[in-house]
């Protein structure tokens, strides 16, 4: 991996390379015109050819995969883009701060302000893991880039959010914000394709599982619920509590989020309420407001990271219904990651990141 | 096709054999110990040898396909299964009817007990077809064996009901009877393969388009709502008025409806709330209530007769969480039509009729 | 389990149970008319109620499943189906046959009449398992019940054979025991489902993987390539050596066997062929041979013990082409299995199997 | 669209722009750095706004989409890369030619330098449309760039190759060339994702219908055979006859050819093999020849203008087994044609085309 001879810092250590997290950042960075991936981490993959582990992603060099010494990726790196199990990202990261390096976390480690709100919803991995950085847990910022912007241009550690919560968010954040809906009785009915289970082998996640089927699954209670509530709460600046329901759908990517809420005066229109998104979303490249009556399918935004929404009404019952499309694997993780880096780097959010799908 | 000799009423004939709901009702039928289709009928393939039209479902004698002459269907079945587009199936059932052939029509034609609303929802149908058939609306029954069981083993008409509202009433009204949810507010997002939209060529059920994303479609106003909506009116003995969002989902078969209902008291859990479905359905083989915290996949019910019930509470919420997996072409069109045609034979409902998948 | 009253031997042994092979066996054998599953063994499964492991696939009484002792085994059936991995099956059948329990082995430990051979191909297992039962190898009937029908009627011992080989030799070998084509140069490119590669969780069998792709694996040299030559050697009398290359489709079941050989009399046309497959399975009601010009989807065998066979001629070239479709998980697997229990239970082959599949 | 302010050649048009050729090629011109697409042509679509048909393709300024007028086209374009179905391609790409606009052409039309031999493959379009334009036939060049490279720099009417032929001859006419291999008895056994069908729906392109299947088609005398019969002569130096069979495969996209061969020297090995390959495409960007025992598979190639190339031996048989897998519709179809703009336009082949895949 060539380094590049610019001063300005563009150097990234990708951790848990050979992950999809980490495959998809190193494919984004092969077409990033500024930064560039100078250390591969991964712990099974340490001490290989990187060509080895995945012929069909030449890199550069064909690099080696190292094991994710902290002292050495402080050596090679401006940045870090850790994606690893939740629970294991959380000390790495906290030595390559210390070392000055500037980290993207895609786990769910830092996602909350609050450490032992972490610690009640990954008890799990609490248990394991014992950790007391309750002060790095408060400072790191919510990689949200539409809503976190300057906060994430200066921050040293960015949990980049969940996939379901970056979808979801997107189109419910400004309708709270603006008091337009009852915070009570908001439902999200997602759905995502496979890759969100990673790459790890599953037998929920084998083709012949789920393929040919549709499946709700971790009813009431999954994680993601507390991550879309803390970003909820802090924008409607009230306690927001809602009902999350995530299905499995045979599909490699892309993810959908509908969303319902009932809106607070029954006399807005689909037409008011898309102005209310495009009002907020304009400026920003990464999310894409459709028109009244077009609804935004995944393979629209699929191998991008764009957010693809739309708004309807519903006058007789009062109902909102907003539609989120995203790649769970770009836009809902490593693409966002970057898009965070980005802006960590001073640069463009957008910058290197596909925005157009390739159809069909 | 061999004609039985048994005197009892058994000889169906299938009309519009060749698309999906016409091919189910075959394939049912081949395997039926008492009912066996005795005339195709067919516009595209009239005069045709079944065989050169499918050759992947080989009948008895290789039938010729037959235009749908109401007297000749007379002669040959005592009984009809009617697989036509919506706005064309009224007319035949009509004459049927006149000519002593019990008639169960799996188009959208007799769902509504009032004419009227059915011009107001199949509008474009409507002007084209300028029926005048109110009476036979009204007396038409509509086909939910769980719900309808009597009336159905009476009814020279049968009005199939479709597949969404099959899947969201079938969890949903056992709730709605006990008053144990809030009437408004409820939402149903639903989840379905693409054969749901037939076997006629359309761009968006390519596979190319379809494959690889799901998506919404029909986002309020779609023409089930007010079909789910008449059922559960009734059911409930007072207006509902509810959110209904269908989603398309990249597989060839399945149906999954995910209903959210805020309870009435508070303190029902989910244990309370799989004993009221329990209760209802436990003698009724074409419905399975799964134990708390099993979720249906559709491919659970695939190939299957049976729906599959699940419940969840959330008891921070208060909301109700009912899901609910069928296979959209059998009991979802073809197989709940046999089973109306067994209770109107005075056979027991489930004869003949797949309960077990083959899984994966 | 009830077992039956009926003096005949009818009880069967499922052991391997919560795996597809074992699954498949299980769901089969709840539609048989005469055999029915007295005894679940499983290992990682034993001690746990079966709707605890598969809540998807209701048994009566909801047995519990056992460890796979032979004792028991031997009191509780009089047949067995062994669905283990191989090199795990061998002793297992040896100890049930001592017990009179006769068996089907779903497994590649006994398709080679001589153990050397196959303590060659299958090396890596013949490490770890050390086999002495060469004798028993001799004695095993290889379970093709098309070609085999009288030795499995009498069989102690069935080797049901593997997926690949089933497809590929049905339509092959009728020409070859006719000689009407050119032993050497004989091609089959194999195409299968990713349920061929089990339950046990593998990277290359998740969806996010296999789905949207077709990919060749075990080019030159798949271990099925010496079964198919060990029996199209027996029945062309000569030693036949061939190319065999399988493919993973993206989807969840059904296999492809295209199979090219040159014609030795060039005037020989694709009736004259058809005629040839025709001759030899008029009377075998699991496969069925297409008309000329009509060639088999594997969506037509899902779900079916039944073979489609289709036979083209190029006269330019001199090239046969032999096409057919199975469903890899019942003619190529567990269905293939319970055929060959018929046969040793002295029942028609086709006995309580599905022959018509569910389109689409 | 803005028109580039350079004076070389740049402008584009594209016709047939809603089709999958059409789109794709609007797609990758959208990121090339030189060329762009000035004028969209359609018949169906003539006088909407782009937006209007592809909502989830969005072009700079939404231009208007056009009939294909050869002035307008000759106003507003320097090439002009058709997307229309065999036999209507044919007359425009004459007016366009006439009035100085270079040519690629997507369809067959021009893919035969003998306008008899076109006549009699495509029968049926030559009867509707009665050609006379021999001449122009016999100057078109065959747009393989890896192999016509220099003469499609200077051709003013390239017909770009078939998307079976393009995958199979890459990795065959190498062999081909050198004499490596009989020219009897090659078989090419390939498969395709759906997408190659088109965008015009067909039912057994429906998702519902080709999803968990695969199937043969054009089993004997499929057209493209004498396409890749064609080009395998001129490169032998004598005459190639070859078994060709396509298989329709459940995915959107993609494409594998398996191809076998029996070597004239028996001694050669995979590695001297794929150094054949190596030796002819090493400085070609658009093909990657794979390290023996690394299988292609489609999703490696999926997205991006290359094709992956690998190659096994079987020393028992002295067969040849090469395997090639591209993306059908590009590769395949529309980046071929940008890759012959490129060197039309005096560019590198490969400026502006995706090389790699976003895995999974």
Chains 1, 2, 3, 4 share one sequence.
Not at 106 to 119: E, G, K
Not at 179 to 187: A, R
Not at 252 to 261: E, H, K, M, N, W
Request: hydrophobic content about 40%; glycine content about 8%; charged content about 15%.
């Amino acid at each position: 991996m060539s380094q590049l001879a610019s001063p300005t810092a563009s150097r990234v250590a990708v951790i848990g390379a050979s992950g999809y997290g980490g495959l998809q950042t190193l494919r984004l960075l092969l077409d990033h015109p500024v930064l560039s991936a100078t250390f591969l981490g991964g712990e099974r993959s340490a001490g290989q050819r990187w060509s080895s582990i995945c012929p069909f992603l030449p890199l550069p060099d064909d690099p080696l995969v190292q094991s994710a010494d902290p002292d050495r990726i402080a050596d090679a790196a401006d940045f870090a883009i850790l994606s690893l199990p939740n629970g294991v990202a959380a000390r790495l990261a906290t030595q390559l701060i210390e070392r000055g390096v500037r980290v993207v976390d895609l786990s769910a480690d830092f996602r909350y302000r609050s450490l032992d709100q972490w610690s009640k919803v990954y008890a799990q991995e609490a248990q394991t893991l014992n950790r007391s950085d309750a002060e790095l847990c408060q400072n790191a910022v919510y990689g949200l880039p539409e809503w976190q912007g300057p906060a994430i241009a200066e921050a040293s550690l960015v949990a980049a959010p969940g996939c379901f919560p970056t979808a979801s968010l997107l189109p419910l954040l400004p309708f709270l914000k603006q008091g337009l809906i009852e915070i009570d009785g908001i439902i999200i009915d997602a759905k995502t394709g496979t890759s969100g289970g990673g790459r790890v082998p599953k037998e929920a996640m084998l083709l012949a599982e789920a393929s040919e089927s549709i499946a709700p699954y971790g009813v009431v209670g999954h994680r993601h619920t507390s991550e879309i509530e803390q970003m909820a709460t802090e924008v409607a600046g009230q306690p927001v509590q809602l009902q999350f329901t995530p299905h499995l759908v045979p599909m490699v990517r892309g993810l959908l989020s509908t969303v319902y809420a009932r809106l607070r005066d029954p006399g807005l229109t689909a037409d008011d309420c898309t102005t209310v998104l495009n009002a907020v979303y304009r400026h920003h490249p990464c999310v894409s407001v459709l028109p009244v009556g077009t609804y935004p399918a995944t393979k629209w935004a699929r191998h991008t990271n764009k957010a693809q929404l739309s708004v309807q009404v519903d006058k007789r019952t009062g109902q909102l219904v907003l539609m989120s499309a995203i790649d769970n694997l770009i836009k809902g993780q490593a693409g966002q990651g970057v898009q965070c880096l980005n802006l960590m780097a001073g640069l463009k959010p957008e910058t290197g990141l596909p925005l157009q799908s390739y159809y069909p």
